[in-house]
């Protein structure tokens, strides 16, 4: 009896788990085949557009990730070679398919599918990639509860100590069979399975089973329940019968109408219930004959009563047979007397519950649901009263502290006349989680903000969201069981649909905008997804579509194009009014150029005069000059050699700035500029009490450069070195020649005071002492170091420091082995420059001269060469000639507006891998769009800080000129 009641929950269970099993699968198909969110980058990976899904999968706006890349998403744990290969797919023109575990902005961890193409242009050269992605964190996650419930499943199967099988409702065909089955009936698993269940009967049985088959048909859409059990003969692979009771539950396996069958083997039970028949009978037979014969029935009631002993030894092995059957379900079973004292436990409960099984029979089953739940008691106490089996879930805490969800089964049995309780228990957490993921997954899809719709395969209704009614007017229990040709508003010819069917109807996605109805006649237009859904065979079932309003979107549209048209009118003045500008500018720049000739002759011809005059008189051409004037003359001598030097330097300063020096490299011979230099600084040295060191590395003979430029700068950090070095110090001047990399190093060195770390950014700057008060003690007009960086860098070279406070200074001139000759800027107007042809080269194209100037030089300090540029015009020019890496651009500039320019490059292949920052005063809504529509890398709105400017060129540049990023 006990073990009947058991075997009922367990196939009512089993019938649970495979229908949840099947429900979760269909709805984790249709998840996977939806498509929510959308990308679209230019070819170097940074993005141009995202569409509302991918907003609300990852948490960033729009506004985050325009003109950003998308490894901002990488969460670090996809391998190197997945975006090698993607990268190497679709710049080839190819389509990539894959998955990746991607960050949110939150942090949080997500997986999704991804489909990313390549969009062409009218030359054939990629410009844009397209990637479309699906959220399949869910999808993941609901794959991980389906694969352990399947395995739960198929443990309780395969492992049942009684033989199992499933058969096919219709062929009768063997589907599955577990172990015990194959080893109580002898045939292999592959034997089985070509098989069909009347191949187990006996012939004689043949026509019974067919009878017994067509007294029950199962009508179509029909679920039925649970067979009683029912006995039958069965033969053994060596043709040996045997008598089982047979449990039959039907259901769904593999897409077959099934039957799922548990077989228990009676036969030693009837044959010892058909031996005690017979030595009962045996009994009555010989007690009647033997009546009368007191000693003889002595003797045959003492043999009865030996038979009927050995009888009930049978009958006990019999149930110890059940003992055994009990032991090893994975189902958890109790008995209770009605007082709650406890008769026998399995090891399933001790599992269930954490209870250690020697512990569990000590537990009175009325006093541990009273502290546990009092509802459960009341159940069983109605049970025992009523003899009506009752079924309750209860959630429960383990001694481990684990709250499991258990199904418990109650039924009444008699035992020695007495009511006693059966308690069979499950653990059904697995079916809880995967119940509450289903509701949540419903929830969301309820939720979700665009409008979705789930039809048959004929286009009828069968589930809409809340979103999909708001959007249509139509209710949506409305809507359940009608075909969607009721949104149709006559806007679309039948071809438009015939398309539509005949690519969903082949499995593949269509996407595209159209006009519907709502239900109270207003029109609307829509952008629709439509997917189709398969089936386990592979057979398309149900159609998804995600519509989204586009209402919106297109009135934005419209009134960005009046915006265009507005823009472009102002720009048109703009541009008039910078032309004339622009001609007052080149005016003022041949004026520069004019007075600077002018000032260089009436300096410099008064002072050499003077100089000259003076040479004469102390060497006595106008007579004997007293001792004590010779002093005197000595003063104007020096002081009017300083305000020479202050001129040359301050013209040669000027020169450079407005774009007027000339370098006329040749081969130098390193040894003898440096002791000229050497030779001019000696002598004043001496006087201070320093003593002058040189040292030429081996190997360096020569070097290319402007011979007189060489030795000025020489002879600037020289003189430098000697006047700030205190009495009794060391100047010295050393050449190495500078690896990797080639190029020649010449290095000042000295022992003076140094230089602290704050004043180390003003070195260079012109005009600028460190010292600047007027009691200072050493004098000069600050132009000696910049006067350096500035013909270091008309060599192609760089100056850099090195100093300690209280231990001296080094300054290192570089100048490359063989520089090619070069002019520091154009004689084109408005276009300037600056050259170091090791570092990247960025055009700044701005007609406002002073911040183009900040800025070049602040792009300089980070190592790039600049050219300025005042006119849209000349940007385009410098394209032929020049490869700059970076274009740094105003979008209102003379002659040609920035937005003009950048298409021009855009369409031009040289020039599309060049990085363009847009830079904006006034910017209307929609402009910074429209910049990085037309192509910008970046769009930044002025005000800007030149040093930020010059981090994000930096960015821009270590990426790779095909777009190809390392790590992307």
Known sequence: M?????????????????????????????VEQSPVSVVITDRAGLIQYVNPCFTALTGYTAADVLGKNPRILKS?????EQYADLWQNILAGRVWRGEFHNRRRDGSLFWESACIAPVMDAAGQVSHFIAVKEDITRQRELQAALAASERQYRLLFDRNPQPMWLYDRHTLGFLAVNDAAVKRYGYTRAEFLTMTIRDIRPSEDVARLESHLAQRPWLPGETPSPTSPSTWRHRRKDGTLMDVEVVTDPVTFDGHQAVLVMAQDVTERRRVEAEVAALNATLERRVEERTAE??????????????????????????????????????????????????????????ITGIPLDVLPQQNFREAMAARSSATLALAERVLATGVSEREEVRLR?????????ELHLSRFLRGGEPHLLVISDDIADRKRAGEQLRLQTAALEAAANAMVITDRAGVVEWANPAFAALTGHPVEALRGQSLRVLNSGKHDSAHYRLMWSTILEGRVWQGEMVNRRRDGTLYPLHQTITPVRDASGEITHFIAVQEDITERRRLAAALEVERAHLAQRVQE??????????????????????????????????????????AVEAGVYGAVPDRQRPLLGNIAESGQHLLAVINDILDYSKIEAGQMVTEP?????????????????????????????QIGSGVTQVHADVRRLKQMLVNLLANAVKFTPSGGRVGLEVTAKTPGGGIRFTVWDTGPGIESRDMERLFKPFVQLDSRLSRAYQGTGLGLALVARMAALHGGS????????????????????????????????????????????????????????????????????????NGAAVLSLMADLSPRIVVMDSTLPVLDGLEVLRQMRRDPAAAAIRVIMLATVVVPGHGEQCLAAGASAFLEKPVRPDDVAALARTLAELPAGGEHPDA
């Open 398 to 406: 383990t001694r481990a502290g684990r709250d499991v969800w258990l």
């Open 666 to 694: 040749e081969a130098v011979n390193v040894a003898d500029v440096c002791e000229a230099a050497l030779r001019l600084v000696r002598e004043p040295a001496r006087q201070r009490g320093l003593s002058v060191e040189s």
């Open 574 to 615: 703009r541009t008039a009014e910078l032309t004339a500008s622009n001609a007052e500018l080149a005016r003022a720049l041949n004026a520069k150029g004019e007075f600077l000739a002018t000032m260089s002759h009436e300096l410099r011809s008064p002072l050499n005069t003077i100089l000259t005059t003076v040479e």
């Open 799 to 870: 100056v850099s420091v090195a100093s300690t406070p209280g231990h001296g200074s080094r300054f290192t001139v570089v100048l490359p082995e063989t520089p090619a000759p070069r002019v520091l800027a154009t004689s084109a107007p408005g276009v300037q420059g600056r050259e170091s042809p090791s570092a990247p080269l960025v055009v700044i194209a701005d007609e406002h001269q002073g911040f183009s100037a900040a800025l070049g030089a602040s792009l300089e300090s980070h190592g790039f060469r600049v050219r300025l540029v005042r």
């Open 2 to 30: 006990i073990r009947a009641r058991l075997e009922q929950p367990l196939d009512l269970l089993e019938q649970r788990v495979l229908e949840s099993a099947v429900t979760l699968r269909q709805f984790t198909r249709a």
């Open 294 to 351: 007191l000693g003889a029935a002595n003797r045959a009631l003492q043999s009865e009563i030996a038979e009927r002993l050995l009888a009930e030894a049978r009958l006990a092995e019999a149930g110890e047979l059940n003992d055994v059957v009990i032991n090893a379900s994975p189902l958890g079973v109790a008995a209770y007397r009605a007082t709650g004292e406890c008769i026998m436990v399995n090891a399933a409960v001790a599992r």
């Open 76 to 80: 670090g744990e996809m391998k190197a």
